[in-house]
Structures are given as structure tokens and as C-alpha cells.
T-cell receptor, first 117, second 115 residues
Framework: GAVVSQHPSRVICKSGTSVKIECRSLDFQATTMFWYRQFPKQSLMLMATSNEGSKATYEQGVEKDKFLINHASLTLSTLTVTSAHPEDSSFYIC?????????????FGDGTRLSIL | AQSVAQPEDQVNVAEGNPLTVKCTYSVSGNPYLFWYVQYPNRGLQFLLKYITGDNLVKGSYGFEAEFNKSQTSFHLKKPSALVSDSALYFCAVRYGGAAGNKLTFGGGTRVLVKP
């Protein structure tokens, strides 16, 4: 149980392109979804937290106009990297949790490797 | 402020030997602690968590972790390591207030189990 599907797994595109990444909870309702960025050989950096039906909360230093997050339903959140540039190349990972409070584990998607040429 | 430290960048162990991955934490209040494992080009897989209760927590794939409040540690252990346990391991602590669910991750420890 608790499967999170992330799509696409890999994207290669030209500079200036906008890229949308989808995160779906397949067998549970995700009240909260998280978006992370991971640089090579580094830990995960939380970018934003999204709750269904409300605006995402961005971490300090993350440009909300650059990284658009939509959490339209209890099973889907999307991250759109707008006008992507080479410095946006990274591994993006989403996670979801179905409960309130801090004792529920986050369940992670398999990540999206974004390469901007 | 909450923080998590994984003092070892890499741990090497022979197959069949005990495996320990260290984690220390700093958080105000009672800690909610988690261990995750990451295989190459994959997301994180949940291994186990400590919320309250017994200090020894058992998780997936034969892993367990011991919560030690006095030492503020939550080391991950496996009695007999397998080559397939080679991966990147992350310790994490929850923060965000009563209804929060954010995680702060340690820097990760790469485990290499040699046959």
C-alpha cells in the first residue's frame, strides 16, 4: 500500500521550456504533498508543501513563480518548472502523506530527473 | 531549530556482518524520527519510524533502530547485512508544529556491502 507515482521519470528539454511533473497517490488520499529537490550526492531539500485545495507553502529561497505547484485533488499534485534553465537541472522528488500530524510517514515517488540543455 | 546529523558519509561492511548507520538529532519537544533508503535514480523508501513507546523499533527488510533519548541518537541497525542493502540511507526528523509534517533530512550515508 501507500504507492506514490511520479511522472515523467526523466525529462530532457531546451532552455526556456516549461516542464510539468505529476505526483499521484495511487491507493490513498494525500492530504499533504511535498516537493523536494536533490542535487548529486546531496540530501533532499524541501521546496514546498502543498495541501489539497489551498496555495502551496514555499520554503525560504524557493521562487514560487518559478516553481508552480498545484494540488487540485487529494490524489494529484503537479510541479511546473517555468522557463527552465540549465541551473534548474536536478532530481525532483515528490512525497505524500495521508494523515494529519507528524506521525505519518511520507511516501515518496521515484523522482524525476530534469536535464535542461 | 531541528537538525539531523549523519556523521559518516559512507559505511563499508562485509556481507553477513552487522550493519550500523549512525544518526543524531536535535529537536525541541518529543522527536518523531524516520529512516529512509534510496536506491540509484529512485525516490525514498520508508524503513521505520519512532514516535513513542519502545525504544527499539523494527522496520522493513530486517532493519531496526534504537531510540536513545539521553544520547539524542537513532542509529539504524541490521544484524546481518546483504549485498542488496547497498544504498543511500537517510535519517529524518519531523517538524512543523502540532499539525506539521515536514521532515528535515540528514546528509545521507552511503552503505556498501561487499560480498
Amino acid at each position: 500500500g501507500a504507492v506514490v507515482s511520479q511522472h515523467p521519470s526523466r525529462v530532457i528539454c531546451k532552455s526556456g521550456t516549461s516542464v510539468k511533473i505529476e505526483c499521484r497517490s495511487l491507493d490513498f488520499q494525500a492530504t499533504t504533498m511535498f516537493w523536494y529537490r536533490q542535487f548529486p550526492k546531496q540530501s533532499l531539500m524541501l521546496m514546498a508543501t502543498s495541501n489539497e485545495g489551498s496555495k502551496a507553502t514555499y520554503e525560504q529561497g524557493v521562487e514560487k513563480d518559478k516553481f508552480l505547484i498545484n494540488h487540485a485533488s487529494l490524489t494529484l499534485s503537479t510541479l511546473t518548472v517555468t522557463s527552465a534553465h540549465p541551473e534548474d537541472s536536478s532530481f525532483y522528488i515528490c512525497s505524500a502523506t495521508g494523515g494529519v500530524g507528524g506521525n505519518q510517514p511520507q511516501h515518496f515517488g521515484d523522482g524525476t530527473r530534469l536535464s535542461i540543455l | 531549530a531541528q537538525s539531523v546529523a549523519q556523521p559518516e558519509d559512507q559505511v563499508n561492511v562485509a556481507e553477513g556482518n552487522p550493519l550500523t548507520v549512525k544518526c543524531t538529532y536535535s529537536v525541541s519537544g518529543n522527536p518523531y524520527l524516520f529512516w529512509y533508503v534510496q536506491y540509484p535514480n529512485r525516490g525514498l523508501q520508508f524503513l521505520l519510524k519512532y514516535i513513542t513507546g519502545d525504544n527499539l523499533v523494527k522496520g522493513s527488510y530486517g532493519f531496526e533502530a534504537e531510540f536513545n533519548k539521553s544520547q539524542t541518537s537513532f542509529h539504524l541497525k541490521k544484524p546481518s547485512a546483504l549485498v542488496s542493502d547497498s544504498a543511500l540511507y537517510f535519517c529524518a526528523v519531523r517538524y512543523g508544529g502540532a499539525a506539521g509534517n515536514k521532515l528535515t533530512f540528514g546528509g545521507g550515508t552511503r552503505v556498501l556491502v561487499k560480498p
